[in-house]
Each structure stands twice: as structure tokens, then as C-alpha cells.
């Protein structure tokens, strides 16, 4: 027979679990307990309701009591809910971990009187004190997020929070933490977001975890890359969710992106007598391949000033007469005016020395590499060339190759064929999807010489398609491109036969058509707060200042901001010291991350410690208003970059300008 509840009592006595309520006077005193506490603890009713002490406070355990006496504190005084977490200890001297929430009333002759319910979590903190150990004992970070199109993340190691560098909250400032808890992409680069993406619905297709490598963002801006394994599961309600263990494997991979660079400029050091790279950000300048100048061959990978060493390099080497026009081209270079977007950067052509003191004519061109970092190549003019015989088939090849370097993106791959086996020499990580391959496929393939069909068998490629790039010297294909999504083209070229079989030819791949700020539409709103879109999308800066910093050379319109004038307007009560000017490089440093991360880092310009805001390549409502268009008349409501007092200024400007008559 089913058994029914016929009053109040009855249902606090057998189904509200470990009912009781307490007397908040000093000292508390237990006035109620439930069977459902007596059958929780062991004790009888009248054991928990005997006079001359707390007998429940006595029930708790003595590393927790503190804790429960603020608990109790907290209800005194006024009506109140509260909710605290403690254990007990039961009559047969176990543990039981308890959650109480407890309401306070004032009863008629003004004592306060507290009704509590528990709730039996012992199995929980179990688990959840494995998992605890299981995340501060081993070397690796642990992360849980839930299944949804934007995950969540639910459970984050202290390991896992240490690695991605989540500062400690201050009053009033951002919590890191909870943002990137919000949205574990968040914490995932722009390029790596589909890889992510496709990993997460192989775990929901597999019965096993997924291992593999990918790039995290940490809080600072700074990257790291990780190997770990991705999970499908289940949380403590039985609904879906991922888990993902992590390793920090930044250095290594670090290392191993260095051997394979060096690989990639073996490849090129077979076409270019000599190689610089050119770091626009540290303003330095070193030579990486530097056989043919007597001048820098012995001073290989040592970093120079670039001003110092292009002076040094010109005096020293190239003709008078061509000197101005090459110290031009350096300088368009180092203002990043050489070339407009989506046309072909120029070529510098020039006579100079040879190491045996024969004067010759060179070419040289820039190559890429990021936003900051450029490679610098030059070669001698082969005799056929400089008579116009530009049509003989070694010549040919060369302009090919140079139009390979004039081309250069971030999509690129180089290899050594001996006969029919090929040696992979460098593979940018999105054109590894053109070979149907991971990275750790790949690394490998490249200690050793493989079949040519072999590397090309996951790949859409044919032989028959091979062998027409070696007779050729040419060939073009196409690839799925994961950072923009699209199936993207790319041209094979290939170097000269030698009559010798024993030397080994090579074969680079590049994109054809590249992406930037442009492509991706970079659109700037300063009227009213100020906030930042790419393709429609807002910037999630996770730098105050950062964003601050880019507000103000959208501000500036075009003009260049120096470290000093930054620091004034960012810091506006500190002096500038090398306290700030750290800071201040600090913050750069961040805004040009997060801008490379959305892939859209050629907005911003920096020549010598200075920066501004490229116009041509960025759309704003402020330069549009200002521009005099009737069509742009009504975006100026009397509001600018509220987020920031020192718009105030041109505010004013605004607010006094007379449109119809600008």
C-alpha cells in the first residue's frame, strides 16, 4: 500500500533531507530535528536534542567548526538565506560531507531561529578530491567543457590554469578565468579553431580518446603549444561533455620549428647567394646564408642594428651609382611602403662586388615570413640573362622561383627528389591538409627519403600530374585552406634537371592568392564605445590597454604614436621610466597578437618603436564621417570613444566641426 503524507511535519520528518532547526542565541541550540537527520548521522532525537549543549555543533568535524560557526554567525542578526559546506562526523565515525542551506526568521520575542536542509555530498567531494590530486600531482593540465556549438568549460586544473598564465583578480578588474570559461575557444588561435572543431566531432564518432598537437592562447598573448588527448564522456548527471589532458610541449616544438626553418633555408641558399632577415619589431638585421659577401660571411646569424648594417653593407659592396636607389628600397621597406596590398612587392636590381671582387648584377627581394620578420634574397644575374636570353630553359626556371619568393605566404612546402624518392624539407601547418596529413605524419617523412607516390597517396594528386611538374618545371593544384576555410590554389615549380643524377633537384609549393586585413574587412566603430570587427566579428581583446592602445591610433588617423606619447595617454599619472616603457612594450606586444590572431596584423605599422593605423586597409565610421560625404552626414550622434576620457578632445572637434561646410 503507498504510503501518504498527511501534514507539513510528515514531510519535513521523513522527506526533506536532514531537516533541523537551530536556536542562532549564544551559544546555538538545536529546537527540531527530522528522522532523516537521526538516520544520516546514527544519533537518536534525543541524543541531538539533550539539554546543556550543541550537540549538532559537536557533530562537526573539528578541522570545519570554524567554518560553521561563521556560517552561524552569518544568519544572526537579520533574515536571511545562506549556504555553506562542511562535514560531519556520524556515530560510527565516518565522514559526511554536507551541504546546508539554512534560512533565518525572527520569531515574536525577537531571537532569531534557523531552518536547515542538507544535502548528502560525500560522493561528489570524492571524486572531486581525486581529481584534485590526480590534477596537482601530474605534470599536465586537465580541462572538462560541455558539448555544445560554443563549449563551456565546467572543470579547469590549477595546472592547466597556471599553464595558460590566468593572472589573480584584483577588485575591479576583468576575471580572465571566466571569460575563457565562457567559450573554450577562447583559448584556441584563429587558425586552429577548425582544427579544433573537426577534433571534437572525430571524439564524438570514436570510442577511444584522439591525440595529437595543437597551439593555446594564453591569457598574456603569448602561445603555447601543447600534445594531449580529447575524450568523450560524461559528468556527474549522466549529460555529455569532453576531456582533454594537456602537456606542454612549447619548447620542443619550438626546436623543431627552428630545424625545420633551417631546412626551408637550405632549399632557398640553393637559388639565392645570399639571405637576410630583416626583424622589423627588434630593428635588427643578420645574415643567414652570406657565402658570396666577404663582408658578412663571417658574421652569420650574429644580429646587427639595420640601419648600422644596410649603410655598412652598401658602402662597402654595391656601386656608387645604384647606391641611392638600393638605400630607397630599404627605406620603403622599413616604413612597410614597398609594396600595396595585392600587388607584387618590387625587386631591387643593382651591381655589386662579388667575394672575388668581380662587380656583377644582383637581384634581391623580401620573402614573408610575418607580420614583423621578412627575408631578404639576393642573387647574381646569371651572363644569359643580362644578354635577354631570358628564354633558355635554366633562365626560365629562375624567374619562376622568383616568382615563387614574390608570393610567399604563409602556405608553403619545399622538397628534395632524388629519382623517385623525395625528402619533405619544410610543410606550413595548413598545407599539410593539401597531403591529407597531420603534422606528426609528417615530421618523419622528413628524416628520410619516400617514395614520391607514397607521400602523395592521401593527397588528390596523381603521379601522372608528378611526373608533368618535373618535365615542366611547373604545375598548379588545389587545397582545402584551414584558416580561411576555402579551397584555395597552388602552383608547383620545380628546379633544373643536372646532367649529374647524384644532385638532388627541389620542389616548392606557395599560394597563389593570399588574405589580409583587406580580405577579411576590418571595420572600426568610434562613435559612442569603441570596438573593433573582422568579417562582422568583434575582437575579443583580453587586454584592457591593448585596445586602448589601438583606439588610440585609430585616433591619430594615420599618424605614427611614439612609445612616449602612448605611455601619457595609457598611464596618464605615471612618468615615462623603464618601469612604463616596459609595460607599454608589454601591451604592443599584445595588441599585435591578438590582431595576428584574427589574422588581420597588417592594420598596424611599426617603424622604430613607432606605430599607427594603416587607413587604406581598415574601414571606420570617424574617417567616413570626416571624409565630407553626404552619405556619411548622419553617423555622429555626439558621442566618441566613451570608453576613454582623452577622446574628449576630439569630441570637441567633432561636436564643432561644420559638417555641410567640411
Known amino acids: 500500500m503507498k504510503k501518504t503524507f498527511c501534514s507539513a511535519e510528515d514531510i519535513l520528518e521523513q522527506c526533506v533531507p536532514g531537516f533541523h532547526q537551530i536556536i542562532l542565541s549564544d551559544p546555538a541550540r538545536l529546537c527540531a530535528v527530522s528522522q532523516s537527520l537521526c538516520e544520516m548521522t546514527g544519533y537518536t532525537k534525543t541524543e541531538l536534542l539533550r539539554r546543556g549543549s550543541d550537540r549538532y555543533a559537536n557533530l562537526v568535524h573539528p578541522a570545519d567548526r570554524r567554518c560553521y560557526a561563521a556560517f552561524l554567525d552569518s544568519l544572526r542578526g537579520r533574515e536571511k538565506t545562506a549556504s555553506a559546506e562542511y562535514r560531519l562526523v556520524a556515530k560510527d565515525g565516518t565522514a559526511i560531507y554536507v551541504k546546508d542551506t539554512a534560512v533565518s526568521k525572527r520569531q515574536a520575542d525577537g531571537t532569531f531561529v534557523a531552518s536547515s536542509v542538507l544535502a548528502d555530498i560525500t560522493e561528489l567531494k570524492r571524486e572531486n578530491g581525486q581529481l584534485q590530486f590526480f590534477s596537482n600531482s601530474m605534470p599536465f593540465g586537465f580541462i572538462k567543457y560541455t558539448c555544445e556549438k560554443q563549449p563551456r568549460v565546467t572543470y579547469i586544473s590549477p595546472r592547466m590554469i597556471e599553464l595558460l598564465r590566468f593572472p589573480l583578480q584584483h577588485d575591479g578588474e576583468l576575471d580572465y578565468l571566466e571569460m575563457y570559461k565562457s567559450n573554450i575557444f577562447l583559448m584556441i588561435p584563429m587558425e586552429e579553431r577548425s582544427a579544433l572543431a573537426h577534433a571534437l566531432r572525430r571524439a564524438d564518432e570514436s570510442d577511444t580518446p584522439l591525440a595529437g598537437e595543437m597551439t593555446l592562447l594564453r591569457c598574456d598573448g603569448t602561445r603555447m603549444r601543447v600534445f594531449g588527448w580529447i575524450a568523450r564522456g560524461a559528468d556527474e548527471q549522466g549529460r555529455p561533455e569532453y576531456q582533454s589532458v594537456c602537456i606542454d610541449i612549447s619548447d620542443r616544438h619550438q626546436a623543431r620549428r627552428a630545424t625545420a626553418a633551417q631546412s626551408y633555408i637550405r632549399a632557398l641558399a640553393d637559388v639565392y647567394d645570399m639571405i637576410f632577415e630583416f626583424d622589423r619589431e627588434a630593428d635588427t638585421v643578420r645574415c643567414l646564408v652570406g657565402s658570396d659577401s666577404p663582408m658578412f660571411s663571417a658574421l652569420e646569424n650574429i644580429p646587427m642594428r639595420m640601419g648600422e648594417a644596410i649603410e655598412k653593407w652598401i658602402d662597402g659592396t654595391v656601386e656608387e651609382q645604384d647606391q641611392e636607389t638600393l638605400r630607397a628600397f630599404f627605406r620603403a621597406f622599413a616604413q612597410n611602403t614597398l609594396a600595396q596590398p595585392d600587388q607584387k612587392p618590387p625587386q631591387a636590381v643593382y651591381h655589386a662586388r662579388t667575394a672575388r671582387g668581380e662587380v656583377k648584377l644582383y637581384k634581391g627581394l623580401f620573402l614573408s615570413v610575418s607580420p614583423a620578420v621578412s627575408l631578404y634574397c639576393c642573387r647574381a644575374v646569371p651572363e644569359a640573362e643580362e644578354t635577354d636570353s631570358l628564354k633558355s630553359e635554366n633562365a626560365a626556371l629562375r624567374e619562376n622561383l622568383q616568382k615563387l619568393a614574390l608570393r610567399f605566404t604563409d602556405g608553403i612546402a619545399a622538397f628534395e627528389v632524388r629519382g623517385g624518392l623525395a625528402t619533405p624539407l619544410y610543410a606550413s601547418d595548413n598545407l599539410l591538409e593539401f597531403f591529407g ?140 621610466s623603464p618601469v612604463t616603457l616596459a609595460r607599454y612594450r608589454k601591451v604592443a606586444l599584445r595588441l599585435k597578437n591578438i590582431l595576428e590572431e584574427y589574422g588581420v596584423a597588417d592594420v598596424v605599422e611599426t617603424v622604430d618603436g613607432k606605430r599607427r593605423i594603416v587607413l587604406e586597409r581598415v574601414r571606420c565610421d570617424l574617417y567616413d564621417y570626416l571624409s565630407g560625404k553626404e552619405e556619411f552626414s548622419h553617423l555622429f550622434k555626439g558621442s566618441y570613444l566613451t570608453n576613454y576620457s582623452w577622446g574628449e578632445s576630439t569630441l570637441a572637434e567633432l561636436a564643432g566641426t561644420d559638417w555641410q561646410g567640411a
Open 437 to 576: 596529413m597531420t603534422r606528426e605524419d609528417w615530421l618523419p617523412l622528413m628524416q628520410k627519403e619516400t617514395p614520391i607516390d607514397e607521400l602523395i597517396a592521401r593527397s588528390r594528386i596523381s603521379m601522372e600530374q608528378i611526373e608533368e611538374l618535373l618535365t615542366n618545371g611547373e604545375a598548379e593544384f588545389h587545397y582545402h585552406d584551414l584558416r580561411s576555410g576555402t579551397e584555395r590554389r597552388i602552383k608547383a615549380i620545380c628546379s633544373t634537371r643536372s646532367p649529374d643524377a647524384g644532385v638532388p633537384r627541389h620542389i616548392m609549393l606557395y599560394n597563389v592568392e593570399n588574405s589580409g586585413a583587406a580580405e577579411q574587412g576590418v571595420s572600426i566603430r568610434t562613435f559612442g564605445y569603441f570596438d573593433v570587427f573582422v568579417g562582422g566579428r568583434p575582437i575579443a581583446f583580453r587586454n584592457k590597454k591593448s585596445k586602448e592602445l589601438f583606439a588610440l591610433l585609430v585616433d591619430r588617423r594615420g599618424g605614427f604614436v611614439s612609445s612616449e606619447e602612448a605611455i601619457g595617454f595609457l598611464w596618464e599619472d605615471e612618468p615615462v
